[in-house]
């Protein structure tokens, strides 16, 4: 029995260190796409094999803050990225985000787009940098205030919720 309990909590920490990471919502910076004490799983390792894309939801470490935050990639490498009059341009192009809740945007702005993602930008990311924003462009503090994250920092992608 001690045998097969070592076995199990050595197997729950090497999946824990290498392939899945445990996640708490802290606050509300992804709502109402998370919710502040959402508990969830990401994927670490498809960090590691596969691309981040645009609109992938990631875990990053913030220097700044100490902690680690889940956030969107807007912004991908070498890309010029910029907001304007609410709307996303990326290398000068309109890149519509859908999954941004319209209805909450208009309930917490009465204008829409326009006062929720304030203009910023333009700026160039690096051949190493991601852009990453939360949901709730209101009250997030991303790479708006921080500046861009370099892949080193995305720990992992994917949210799986497990309990709300």
Do not use: A, W
């Not at 910076?29 to 919710?35: E, G, I, K």
């Not at 341009?89 to 702005?109: A, H, M, N, P, R």
């Amino acid at each position: 029995m001690i045998r097969f309990s070592f076995g199990l909590v050595f197997i729950l920490l090497v999946i824990m260190i290498f392939l899945v990471r445990p996640v708490y919502v802290h606050g509300d910076s992804m709502y109402p796409t998370l919710s502040d004490g959402e508990i969830g799983f990401t994927n670490m390792i498809d960090v590691k094999l596969n691309d981040i894309e645009r609109f992938d939801i990631v875990s990053v470490y913030s220097e700044d803050e100490d902690k680690i935050l889940t956030k969107r990639v807007i912004g991908l490498p070498n890309e010029t990225l910029e907001y304007r009059e609410g709307e996303l341009y990326i290398d000068g192009e309109v890149v519509d985000e859908s999954f941004l809740d319209e209805q909450y945007i208009k309930k917490q702005t009465n204008d829409g787009r326009l006062l929720f993602t304030s203009d910023y930008g333009p700026i160039t990311l690096d051949e190493d940098e991601y852009f990453l924003c939360g949901d709730n462009r209101l009250i997030s503090k991303d790479s708006r205030i921080s500046g861009p994250y370099k892949k080193e920092d995305i720990i992992s992608k994917h949210f799986y919720s497990v309990l709300k």
